[in-house]
């Protein structure tokens, strides 16, 4: 295990990064609030390692956590993975390495005080490509880095590939996901990052890992005024992403009425799934356009 440099959440080098020639480095942002959430996060590691492959790069989970001893934060029954189990099982799935951001302030995970700390450490290390969960907090974190490096990023993502002239490829759906469109970083703009589909890879463990825990501290964490975190605790499981859900039925107008689709939510609660809709039922008000 080695010990980093001591970072700050200092913004003052914005926009420094944009055209530093980036490493073939694959860098995921770990996201260990609840099981679900740590368990998406492997499934990006996983698709991770298949570009490292390509770019010829390592890969490296990016954990923040607050420092060994200390009590995360927890609030109802949505219990947080540790750090150390974190650290473990990123190495089982492939990591390379596994960077420990540590600061007291990251026992409950806020994007507006842990995103300059993560655009800091991208701008010391110039991965190639940064990957961010499609949840709630990734997309967040995911805007907010990306701004703070003056860097591209690739929203949504269904799937990423290198194409044979080495660039990365999103394959991102539109309109419902009847058009899948094929989107590319701009050359010359250093790292570039990206939101994924947390079901586009399946995590797989790959055995015994000789990969390192690089645990870097925070010294300090700029704190936005006027803002503090009382609560937290998980969303009903009818008001959970489409995005994030294993299971999800979908109708369309063939239903015919909204009466008849009540039929897709029937279905969903016996599969334990998420009701999910195409255009034609969201425009005539069947369901609610979190649906599409």
């Excluded at 947080?80 to 600061?103: W, Y």
Aim: include cysteine; hydrophobic fraction near 45%; proline fraction near 6%.
């Amino acid at each position: 295990m080695n010990t980093g440099p001591t970072l700050t959440g200092s913004g003052e080098e914005e926009g420094r990064m944009a055209h530093a020639a980036p490493t073939g480095d694959v860098w995921v942002f770990i996201d260990p609030r609840s099981r679900i959430f740590f368990g998406y996060s492997l499934n990006v590691l996983c698709k991770a390692r298949q570009l490292a492959a390509a770019t010829g790069g390592q890969v490296a989970a990016c954990l923040p956590s607050a420092p060994r001893g200390t009590v995360p934060f927890r609030s109802g029954d949505d219990a947080c993975v540790l750090s150390e189990t974190a650290e473990t099982e990123c190495l089982n799935h492939g990591a390379d390495q596994v960077i420990v951001l540590e600061n007291l302030q990251f026992a409950s995970l806020r994007a507006d005080l842990l995103a300059p700390v993560l655009a800091g450490a991208v701008r010391e290390d110039r991965p190639r490509l940064v990957l961010f969960a499609l949840t709630d907090l990734g997309r967040e974190m995911a805007a907010r880095v990306s701004r703070l490096c003056a860097a591209g990023l690739i929203a949504d993502c269904k799937d990423l590939r290198v194409d044979p002239k080495g660039r990365l490829i999103g394959l991102c759906p539109g309109w419902g996901g009847s058009v899948i469109s094929e989107i590319a970083f701009a050359e010359g703009w250093g790292t570039g990052f990206a939101t994924v589909q947390p079901h586009c890879c399946r995590a797989t463990p790959v055995g015994a890992s000789r990969g390192e825990v690089i645990r870097r501290a925070v010294a300090e964490v700029p704190a936005p005024r006027g803002l503090r975190l009382l609560d937290s605790r998980p969303a009903p499981a009818s008001h959970r992403k489409l995005e994030t859900a294993e299971i999800v039925v979908v109708g369309g107008a063939g239903m015919g009425s909204a009466k008849a689709f009540g039929r897709v939510r029937e279905l969903a609660a016996v599969l334990g799934a998420e009701v999910g809709a195409t255009r034609p039922p969201v425009m005539d008000h069947w369901v609610d356009e979190q649906r599409l």
